[in-house]
């Protein structure tokens, strides 16, 4: 027993008042750590799960959209240069026929006379058919005779200078005056297709080009709207050899705004079928809701749940359209989501059981350090200060806080040698928060934070270039993920070592790596960019025995806002590919 004294009265406490005052304090100290123990432990898993969750769901959703936009660039850039294909084809086959016309005049100019001659040279055209059996060629001289005229012969020796097209324009008197000024040309006119069926009237594109030994014009021609189509069906079959995934069962497909299957990669027998009023097992109408999210969104990702090949359950798929406005199509693609589903749910059945797990164990261990804190106590009461330094120690060894300790601070040497150690693993910690770890280059979240940075700093000043390597997954499949990675540690190092001072370099993700130029021009960057394009492509990578090439997408703030920056230069990169790879495209 021992005695306090307070304001000179004598309070005595013996020693199990003391035992039971400490085990109290002990008790529920324990017992407040355990549940923060717990609290914190379940923050922690289920926080886990809705990342893993979202990552996984995220993951998902940027492959789908980036199938479907590769698609989309690719439509788009063949409709833009529909009128510039058409009228190089043109150019090119009344080129043909003017040397065949003039090979034939030079061969017999000599010996037969002109009519002879003019029979062999429309003999020679008459026949000639191209553009999918649409275009062939006529001759006319300069007064306005039609000396060839293969759809409609009976028109040949007639004179047509007064010929109007549907709009009332002077089709010859304007292909005429054309070769009189320059001789040679493009013509457009507007007349009624025979091919439609229609009454409509379609923009007709003509090449036209003088014929000098006999005064004749001659030339070819052929409607927009039939090159489109030819391009459309260039478009479809491309997206009819799209296959991917496991066992190649994913696919893209095309569907029109009536809800008629264009194109599926997997499934040719769905194309040319209306499915617009088809339902999913729920009842929903899965085409008309793609088709209203295209046009009144823009597109975005849908869900719906079919049946399984063996038809005794069902599956849950994600799905992800967007329009081809031009053409009024819906393209998309989409994935299976159920195997994600089920591990979500694997995930909280383990938190539950986790849950349990945790509060037994948090009471055998209360029921344990009780008896033990019972025992020390009665026996060792000169151990409490020592308890009382662990828990201490424990809670130091909790902190969190990724900042360095200031060393010289500390009074004692024991916390210095701690503290040398939590900054040491600080350190670490950081650096595995900012770097990549197989490149050693920045990582996709610091590097995109970077790019926030400088943007914030020089708003119409920076340049950035996204890069991709090609074909990097053959170079996975053909010498295995270890020399894919060392390769991808070549690609880092010759990008960084191409860059100017102060610039930043990032690896977004597989084989892609993004450069932020600060302070830079679009034509800088675009130097930049080309001089990383050639150093790589002459790299000699042994380990694959021969070189590897990018391709790369570049924009600049000047031209673009933040928001859209980044999806310009991923624009750009699509359409690199898409021209062929081992280029950069601004």
């Not at 999913?280 to 085409?287: N, R």
């Not at 693609?333 to 383990?350: A, F």
Request: proline share 2%; glycine share 6%.
């Amino acid at each position: 027993m021992f005695k306090i004294r307070d304001k000179g009265k004598n309070k005595s406490y013996n020693t199990s008042s003391m035992n039971r005052i400490i085990l109290m304090m002990v008790t529920g100290a324990i017992l407040i750590q355990g549940i923060m123990w717990l609290g914190d432990s379940i923050y922690l898993f289920t926080t886990k799960i809705e990342e893993k969750k979202q990552i996984q769901t995220n993951y998902i959703k940027a492959e789908l959209k980036e199938r479907v936009a590769s698609v989309i660039d690719y439509s788009e850039y063949r409709s833009q240069e529909t009128e510039t294909f058409l009228r190089e084809t043109l150019h090119s086959r009344t080129y043909e026929a003017y040397e065949l016309m003039q090979s034939i005049y030079e061969n017999n100019k000599a010996s037969k006379s002109k009519a002879e001659i003019t029979k062999m040279i429309k003999d020679a055209l008459r026949g000639i058919r191209f553009n999918g059996n649409r275009g062939y060629y006529f001759i006319d001289s300069l007064e306005g005779d039609v000396v060839l005229y293969p759809v409609y012969p009976e028109s040949e020796g007639q004179n047509l200078i007064d010929l109007r097209d549907d709009d009332g324009n002077y089709a010859m008197r304007e292909e005429i005056e054309l070769i009189q000024l320059k001789g040679e040309g493009y013509i457009e006119g507007f007349w009624k297709n025979p091919n439609t069926g229609d009454d409509r009237t379609y923009k007709k594109v003509t090449f036209v080009k003088k014929f000098e030994p006999y005064n004749w014009y001659f030339g070819c021609g052929d409607y927009l709207d039939e090159i489109t189509k030819d391009i459309q069906k260039e478009v479809l079959a491309y997206v009819d050899s799209i296959q991917y995934g496991e066992d190649n069962g994913q696919y893209v497909f095309v569907h029109d705004y009536n809800g008629v299957e264009l194109a599926n990669g997997v499934y040719p027998e769905l194309v040319g079928n209306n499915y617009y009023e088809l339902e999913d097992i729920k009842g929903s109408k899965v085409y008309q809701e793609q088709i209203s999210l295209c046009m009144e969104s823009g597109g975005g990702y849908l869900t719906h749940y079919w049946p399984t090949t063996k038809g005794d359950d069902y599956y849950k798929k994600l799905t992800y359209v967007a329009p081809l406005s031009d053409w009024n199509w819906v393209i998309g693609t989409g994935m299976d989501v159920s195997d994600l589903d089920e591990l979500i749910s694997n995930s909280e059945r383990e938190l539950e059981q986790f849950i349990w797990l945790r509060l037994i164990a948090i009471l055998a261990v209360l029921s344990v350090l009780v008896a033990v804190s019972l025992f020390y106590i009665k026996v060792f009461m000169g151990k409490i200060k020592k308890n009382f330094s662990v828990f201490r120690d424990y809670m130091i060894s909790a902190n969190r806080n990724l900042t360095k300790i200031d060393v010289d601070t500390l009074d004692y040497k024991d916390f210095s040698e701690l503290a040398e150690v939590t900054n040491s693993m600080t350190e670490r910690i950081n650096h595995l928060l900012h770097y990549d770890e197989l490149t050693g280059i920045l990582n996709r979240r610091y590097i995109m934070e970077t790019f926030d940075d400088v943007l914030s700093t020089s708003p119409k000043k920076t340049g950035i270039i996204v890069l991709d390597i090609d074909y990097f997954k053959r170079v996975n499949d053909q010498f295995g993920h270890d020399i894919g990675d060392q390769t991808l540690i070549i690609i880092a190092k010759t990008i960084k070592d191409n860059l100017p001072d102060q610039t930043f370099v990032g690896r977004f993700g597989g084989e892609e790596f993004i450069v932020v130029l600060p302070e830079t021009s679009l034509e800088e960057t675009i130097t930049v960019a080309e001089k990383i394009r050639r150093n790589i492509e002459m790299l000699n990578i042994e380990a694959i025995n021969g070189n590897i090439t990018v391709s790369g997408g570049v924009a600049h703030s000047s031209y673009f806002e933040k928001e859209e920056l980044f999806k310009q230069a991923d624009k750009k990169l699509y359409i690199a590919k898409a021209l062929g790879r081992n280029r950069i495209e601004s």
